[in-house]
């Protein structure tokens, strides 16, 4: 039996935001769309990160869309365990993704340890990667930038645009040639959103035969950017006026960046008085540094900034702070300052500490500007939980929190579908990737409505044939 040309297989982000990873075979060669930790409770995490669903060695090529753990963060384990090909990425991404691995590694063995400390030894489990494995896939790398077309394979064109999401983040588009005929996929990766602080917007989207989109906020809006970076300075006026610490918790890459831009605007522009930021983060500190390397990938805006000599992501008084020791002194401050730490959803890292010292202090303030899954510590903070655990201690969250949901760095409802209205009549298939089922079904209903046909969400492991 003949077998198809082109079979795209959908094994992680399937109805879920996490762990983004498509297979793509055409002809006789494996393509790899990006290769994700799948981020959840940890037994599950460990069985599904563990294991591949195909064999990692008969992977020839993977293409990867930005640096954000849940789209790169398996890769060392597809290294270790036989994958031998290139790893083609923006050069941003090649350079966020050796701080990002290189972290993930620790975490990994740290995680291991902590499984380790009752077992016998005999039985001890190994950590997912490690810092060797994270090296090997760093050499594995090839950058090319955004809008230079490049063949993988003799019968494969590749080209990134910008997906204006984080930095080097990647929209691709793969024309793959047999016998004369084309067949082209378009992989949104995550989608950024028009009026972002420091970056590019989104380019718009390359018409393609199948395109893979993300849906992480299908049915929900934003405010515009404008008015949330206003929101943000009235609320940390407030706080540092009444003399209470501000507290943010944000993760290092990406999400720190642009906070601190539109802080140190607001500072500029007299919105907010001079304070002092401290951004405890070792993580946030090394991607602040990879983000000054690439000032080609930042928007006229931020440029004309940069020339004028302004202070954007750091200055004077911006404190990165390294040693947990910093960490903890940084409790004994009694004057009114800003504090952003790891991680966004409250779950582990150093903002715990701070919320565990300053939570209870109604002078103080919690800023809520990522996304939040239901039943982490920063969801209970937002639905006033009357106590809270935090570390060893059960707390009741006096301080003030302020949700600001509209700082997100993703493309809205609207947002995906003035990307994708413009191309999505044409394609043969369109599939519903990177989002809850719940959010998936909303814009799927909205494309519908719009007459586009042939909307698909597909569940882990569905497979298209062509
Ligand atoms: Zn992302
Ligand atoms: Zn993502």
Same mark, same amino acid.
């Given at each position: 039996?003949?077998?198809?040309?082109?079979?795209?297989?959908?094994?992680?982000?399937?109805?879920?935001?996490?762990?983004?990873?498509? *297979?793509?075979?055409?002809?006789?060669?494996?393509?790899?769309?990006?290769?994700?930790?799948?981020?959840?409770?940890?037994?599950?995490?460990?069985?599904?990160?563990?294991?591949?669903?195909?064999?990692?060695?008969?992977?020839?090529?993977?293409?990867?869309?930005?640096?954000?753990?849940? $789209?790169?963060?398996?890769?060392?384990?597809?290294?270790?365990?036989?994958?031998?090909?290139?790893?083609?990425?923006?050069?941003?991404?090649?350079?966020?993704?050796?701080?990002?691995?290189?972290?993930?590694?620790?975490?990994?063995?740290?995680?291991?340890?902590?499984?380790?400390?009752?077992?016998?030894?005999?039985?001890?489990?190994?950590?997912?990667?490690?810092?060797?494995?994270?090296?090997?896939?760093?050499?594995?790398?090839?950058?090319?930038?955004?809008?230079?077309?490049?063949?993988?394979?003799?019968?494969?064109?590749?080209?990134?645009?910008?997906?204006?999401?984080?930095?080097?983040?990647?929209?691709?588009?793969?024309?793959?040639?047999?016998?004369?005929?084309?067949?082209?996929?378009?992989?949104?990766?995550?989608?950024?959103?028009?009026?972002?602080?420091?970056?590019?917007?989104?380019?718009?989207?390359?018409?393609?035969?199948?395109?893979?989109?993300?849906?992480?906020?299908?049915?929900?809006?934003?405010?515009?950017?404008?008015?949330?970076?206003?929101?943000?300075?009235?609320?940390?006026?407030?706080?540092?006026?009444?003399?209470?610490?501000?507290?943010?918790?944000?993760?290092?890459?990406?999400?720190?960046?642009?906070?601190?831009?539109?802080?140190?605007?607001?500072?500029?522009?007299?919105?907010?008085?001079?304070?002092?930021?401290?951004?405890?983060?070792?993580?946030?500190?090394?991607?602040?540094?990879?983000?000054?390397? $690439?000032?080609?990938?930042?928007?006229?805006?931020?440029?004309?900034?940069?020339?004028?000599?302004?202070?954007?992501?750091?200055?004077?008084?911006?404190?990165?702070?390294?040693?947990?020791?910093?960490?903890?002194?940084?409790?004994?401050?009694?004057?009114?300052?800003?504090?952003?730490?790891?991680?966004?959803?409250?779950?582990?890292?150093?903002?715990? *500490?701070?919320?565990?010292?300053?939570?209870?202090?109604?002078?103080?303030?919690?800023?809520?500007?990522?996304?939040?899954?239901?039943?982490?510590?920063?969801?209970?903070?937002?639905?006033?939980?009357?106590?809270?655990?935090?570390?060893?201690?059960?707390?009741?969250?006096?301080?003030?929190?302020?949700?600001?949901?509209?700082?997100?760095?993703?493309?809205?409802?609207?947002?995906?579908?003035?990307?994708?209205?413009?191309?999505?009549?044409?394609?043969?298939?369109?599939?519903?990737?990177?989002?809850?089922?719940?959010?998936?079904?909303?814009?799927?209903?909205?494309?519908?409505?719009?007459?586009?046909?042939?909307? *698909?969400?597909?569940?882990?492991?569905?497979?298209?044939?062509?």
């Amino acid at each position: 039996m003949a077998t198809s040309d082109l079979c795209i297989t959908f094994h992680g982000a399937a109805r879920t935001v996490t762990g983004s990873m498509h *297979h793509i075979r055409f002809r006789n060669r494996h393509y790899l769309l990006d290769c994700g930790l799948y981020q959840g409770r940890r037994s599950e995490a460990r069985e599904r990160n563990t294991t591949f669903p195909f064999r990692p060695k008969d992977v020839d090529v993977v293409i990867l869309s930005h640096a954000h753990i849940d $789209h790169c963060g398996n890769l060392p384990n597809l290294v270790k365990q036989g994958f031998a090909g290139p790893i083609y990425c923006t050069p941003a991404t090649r350079d966020l993704i050796a701080v990002m691995l290189a972290d993930s590694a620790k975490i990994q063995e740290e995680d291991a340890a902590f499984l380790n400390r009752k077992k016998p030894k005999d039985q001890a489990i190994q950590p997912l990667y490690n810092a060797i494995d994270v090296r090997n896939t760093l050499r594995r790398c090839q950058a090319i930038p955004y809008h230079q077309t490049f063949h993988p394979e003799h019968d494969l064109e590749v080209r990134f645009t910008d997906a204006g999401h984080i930095l080097g983040s990647a929209i691709t588009h793969l024309r793959f040639t047999a016998n004369g005929t084309h067949h082209t996929v378009t992989f949104t990766g995550d989608l950024g959103r028009p009026g972002m602080p420091i970056l590019r917007d989104p380019e718009p989207l390359p018409e393609a035969d199948w395109v893979i989109t993300e849906s992480t906020y299908g049915g929900r809006l934003h405010e515009p950017p404008e008015k949330s970076i206003d929101a943000l300075g009235v609320a940390v006026k407030r706080i540092l006026s009444r003399g209470g610490k501000v507290l943010i918790p944000a993760f290092s890459l990406g999400r720190t960046q642009s906070l601190l831009y539109d802080l140190q605007g607001l500072i500029r522009q007299g919105a907010v008085p001079a304070t002092s930021i401290f951004v405890d983060s070792p993580l946030a500190l090394a991607s602040t540094n990879v983000y000054a390397m $690439h000032s080609d990938c930042f928007d006229d805006e931020t440029m004309d900034l940069l020339e004028a000599d302004a202070d954007l992501i750091s200055g004077n008084n911006v404190y990165y702070l390294q040693r947990a020791i910093d960490s903890m002194t940084l409790n004994e401050r009694l004057d009114p300052c800003i504090i952003i730490a790891a991680s966004g959803m409250c779950e582990a890292g150093r903002i715990l *500490h701070h919320l565990k010292h300053h939570v209870g202090d109604p002078k103080n303030g919690v800023l809520i500007v990522s996304y939040q899954a239901e039943h982490t510590l920063g969801w209970k903070l937002v639905k006033r939980w009357p106590v809270v655990r935090i570390l060893d201690r059960e707390i009741e969250p006096k301080a003030e929190v302020v949700p600001l949901p509209g700082l997100s760095s993703h493309a809205d409802h609207q947002d995906l579908l003035n990307a994708l209205l413009p191309i999505a009549g044409r394609a043969k298939g369109l599939f519903l990737v990177h989002g809850e089922l719940r959010s998936a079904e909303a814009l799927a209903e909205a494309l519908k409505e719009q007459s586009i046909p042939h909307v *698909h969400i597909p569940e882990p492991g569905f497979k298209i044939e062509v």
